[in-house]
């Protein structure tokens, strides 16, 4: 039977509860225990699908296709459990399913409540798959004293008074603020937000505390004493150089241990020496390669979270560092891509929709393939790099994508829609979601950086090339690298005229973690760093 263990998060939005949970899940499967990681959303909407970027930054697709918050991404780059349809619940989807079986007349003319229907359907959520797993680790999203939040921390105070005594853990993520004028960590913020935490009925066992400083003997003492826990349950985790490094600081400190003692789970040998070579790769370098991306969502960092995730492990794969120029696709819709892509030693376009950037985006192609910088396109930028060929090899002025504005008389639509049975019509758009299986060509540059025939990828997408167009691309010299057997689909590009030109219709940065980069991302940093060598070498000359 396996063992719950619930993130809550208290004072203020943003402490890394997220971070935490992953990082809890990596510790315990360095003891041999099997994780699942799943997130709790206390929003209205069915799932972040729908959402803005740069409302709720990325969304994460699982390989069943699920449309996921970007909490699930670190779950998955901190674990090598995959997270699935179970592991992304949020409001809508509780109410949208009790209101159906209400619909239905499942609760046979009952008043449909919070208690016990919405509770219930919380607890099912949180329990579904759990037999496959020694650990359950539940983030609840939000902070204490959301209102919206109330019916997730009622289930699971419920769980713990349906389950063992030992079989559920509460963790509190939680501030310790330095307040600088009087020069010392302040610990009411915890107490007040722990006391909201029991007037619900819960009691946390552990309190993850941040801070900017390290907690002294007064200050966990007084933690403990105040919100009921041993003294040994106050976890400091002070902010670290990087997020990698969290699973050692929080192993330091003891949480791993703490979790064992209290769901009386077996003590087992770790070696966590994976992790510390990480952080010692991140933390050392050899060299720079600078990267830009050239994108839309740039007014909040989480919106390409995965993707700069991926750069990061290909960099450290190779002993470097990634430096991000983050490009405004706009800016370069109205001035010389010369400008913002001079100095960099690769570009990136990644996954987006709509017309908005689209012409910037192209811009950008064309100046990685004609000065030969090496070019990696995700999703938008295969869009991006097909148009751009379109127009200056085959000519095709006017070609476009069916997502743009089409002038009065155009009719090259080189990427175009496809409706079939791969795609996910749910909410209003057609979507090519989750993992597919792409065949490479023998002799593609991507078979032999993938060295496999074939690959599983996941997607999010509703544009497809051009069957009509397909031949004439290949016959200028575009080489349709990877296709979908069973649709057709094409989904890899590359130019063999370039020293590394790639494009995906999937998203390859949802599969990469720190300890296994994505061979794609991988070969990219190692493209990108000898173009800077090749090119510093010149200059010299």
Same mark, same amino acid.
């Given at each position: 039977?396996?063992?719950?263990?619930?993130?809550?998060?208290?004072?203020?939005?943003?402490?890394?509860?997220?971070?935490?949970?992953?990082?809890?899940?990596a510790?315990?499967?360095?003891?041999?225990?099997?994780?699942?990681?799943?997130?709790?959303?206390?929003?209205?909407n069915?799932?972040?699908?729908?959402?803005?970027?740069?409302?709720?930054?990325?969304?994460?697709?699982?390989?069943?296709?699920?449309?996921?918050?970007?909490?699930?991404?670190?779950?998955?780059?901190?674990?090598? %459990?995959?997270?699935? @349809?179970f592991? =992304? &619940?949020?409001?809508?989807? *509780?109410?949208y !399913? #009790?209101?159906?079986? $209400?619909?239905?007349?499942?609760?046979?003319g009952?008043?449909?409540?919070?208690?016990?229907?919405?509770?219930?359907?919380?607890?099912?959520?949180? %329990?579904?798959?759990? @037999?496959?797993? =020694? &650990?359950?680790?539940?983030? *609840?999203?939000? !902070? #204490?004293?959301?209102? $919206?939040?109330?019916?997730?921390?009622?289930?699971?105070?419920?769980?713990?008074?349906?389950?063992?005594?030992d079989?559920?853990?509460?963790?509190?993520?939680?501030?310790?603020?330095?307040?600088?004028?009087?020069?010392?960590?302040?610990?009411?913020?915890?107490?007040?937000?722990?006391?909201?935490?029991?007037?619900?009925?819960?009691?946390?066992?552990?309190?993850?505390?941040?801070?900017?400083?390290?907690?002294?003997?007064?200050?966990?003492?007084?933690?403990?004493?105040?919100?009921?826990?041993?003294?040994?349950?106050?976890?400091?985790c002070?902010?670290?150089?990087?997020?990698?490094?969290?699973?050692l600081?929080?192993?330091?400190?003891?949480?791993?241990?703490?979790?064992?003692?209290?769901?009386?789970?077996?003590?087992?040998?770790?070696?966590?020496?994976?992790?510390?070579?990480?952080?010692?790769?991140?933390?050392?370098?050899?060299?720079?390669?600078?990267?830009?991306?050239?994108?839309?969502?740039?007014?909040?960092?989480?919106?390409?979270?995965?993707?700069?995730?991926?750069?990061?492990?290909?960099?450290?794969?190779?002993?470097?560092?990634?430096?991000?120029?983050?490009?405004?696709?706009?800016?370069?819709?109205?001035?010389?891509?010369?400008?913002?892509?001079?100095?960099?030693?690769?570009?990136?376009?990644?996954?987006?929709?709509?017309?908005?950037?689209?012409?910037?985006?192209?811009?950008?192609?064309?100046?990685?393939?004609t000065?030969?910088?090496?070019?990696?396109?995700?999703?938008?930028?295969?869009?991006?790099?097909?148009?751009?060929?379109?127009?200056?090899?085959?000519?095709?002025?006017?070609a476009?994508?069916?997502?743009?504005?089409?002038?009065?008389?155009?009719?090259?639509?080189?990427?175009?829609?496809?409706?079939?049975?791969?795609?996910?019509?749910?909410?209003g758009?057609?979507?090519?979601?989750?993992?597919?299986?792409?065949?490479?060509?023998?002799?593609?540059?991507v078979?032999?950086?993938?060295?496999?025939?074939?690959?599983?990828?996941?997607?999010?997408h509703?544009?497809?090339?051009?069957?009509?167009?397909?031949?004439?691309?290949?016959?200028?010299?575009?080489?349709?690298?990877?296709?979908?057997?069973?649709?057709?689909?094409?989904?890899?590009?590359?130019?063999?005229?370039?020293?590394?030109?790639?494009?995906?219709?999937?998203?390859?940065?949802?599969?990469?973690?720190?300890?296994?980069?994505h061979?794609?991302?991988?070969?990219?940093?190692?493209?990108?760093?000898?173009?800077?060598?090749?090119?510093?070498?010149?200059?010299?000359?």
């Open positions: 039977m396996a063992k719950y263990i619930f993130v809550t998060g208290g004072v203020l939005s943003s402490l890394g509860k997220g971070i935490t949970a992953a990082s809890l899940g510790l315990m499967e360095s003891r041999g225990y099997k994780v699942a990681l799943r997130k709790f959303d206390p929003y209205l069915y799932g972040p699908g729908t959402m803005s970027p740069l409302q709720h930054g990325e969304i994460f697709v699982t390989a069943d296709g699920c449309e996921g918050d970007l909490d699930l991404g670190h779950y998955e780059r901190f674990t090598t %459990t995959n997270t699935d @349809e592991s =992304d &619940i949020t409001s809508g989807k *509780i109410y !399913t #009790v209101i159906e079986r $209400e619909r239905r007349g499942e609760y046979l009952a008043t449909v409540q919070v208690i016990p229907h919405i509770t219930d359907e919380i607890k099912r959520c949180i %329990t579904a798959g759990a @037999e496959d797993y =020694d &650990i359950v680790i539940t983030e *609840i999203g939000g !902070t #204490v004293g959301d209102i $919206e939040g109330l019916p997730f921390l009622e289930a699971i105070r419920q769980m713990k008074f349906d389950s063992d005594e079989d559920v853990l509460f963790l509190h993520v939680t501030l310790v603020p330095y307040i600088k004028s009087a020069g010392e960590l302040k610990t009411k913020p915890t107490q007040h937000s722990v006391r909201q935490l029991q007037e619900i009925g819960i009691s946390p066992d552990i309190l993850v505390c941040r801070s900017e400083y390290p907690l002294s003997e007064g200050v966990r003492n007084k933690l403990a004493l105040f919100c009921n826990v041993e003294k040994s349950s106050v976890i400091n002070m902010d670290a150089a990087t997020i990698y490094q969290v699973p600081v929080l192993n330091e400190e003891g949480l791993d241990s703490e979790v064992i003692k209290k769901l009386h789970l077996e003590e087992r040998e770790y070696d966590l020496s994976l992790w510390q070579d990480i952080v010692r790769r991140i933390k050392q370098p050899k060299d720079t390669v600078t990267i830009a991306v050239v994108g839309k969502y740039l007014e909040t960092k989480d919106a390409y979270l995965s993707l700069t995730e991926a750069l990061l492990h290909g960099a450290v794969a190779n002993y470097l560092k990634a430096e991000i120029k983050w490009v405004d696709a706009e800016l370069l819709e109205n001035r010389m891509a010369n400008e913002y892509l001079n100095n960099v030693d690769g570009i990136l376009i990644p996954a987006g929709f709509g017309e908005r950037g689209m012409e910037g985006k192209i811009s950008a192609v064309n100046f990685a393939r000065k030969d910088i090496p070019f990696f396109g995700i999703s938008m930028g295969l869009q991006a790099a097909v148009i751009e060929y379109a127009r200056s090899v085959l000519k095709l002025e006017d476009k994508s069916a997502e743009m504005s089409k002038p009065a008389g155009s009719n090259n639509l080189v990427i175009d829609y496809k409706h079939d049975e791969h795609y996910n019509e749910e909410m758009a057609s979507m090519r979601l989750g993992s597919y299986v792409t065949t490479l060509l023998d002799g593609s540059l078979k032999e950086i993938y060295n496999t025939d074939t690959v599983t990828e996941r997607h999010r509703r544009l497809e090339i051009n069957d009509s167009y397909r031949q004439m691309l290949e016959n200028s010299g575009m080489v349709i690298s990877g296709n979908n057997d069973e649709s057709g689909f094409a989904d890899v590009i590359e130019l063999h005229s370039h020293r590394w030109f790639i494009a995906t219709q999937f998203c390859p940065e949802f599969q990469s973690k720190p300890f296994n980069p061979p794609l991302f991988n070969a990219f940093i190692q493209a990108a760093y000898k173009f800077k060598q090749d090119r510093n070498g010149k200059e010299q000359e």
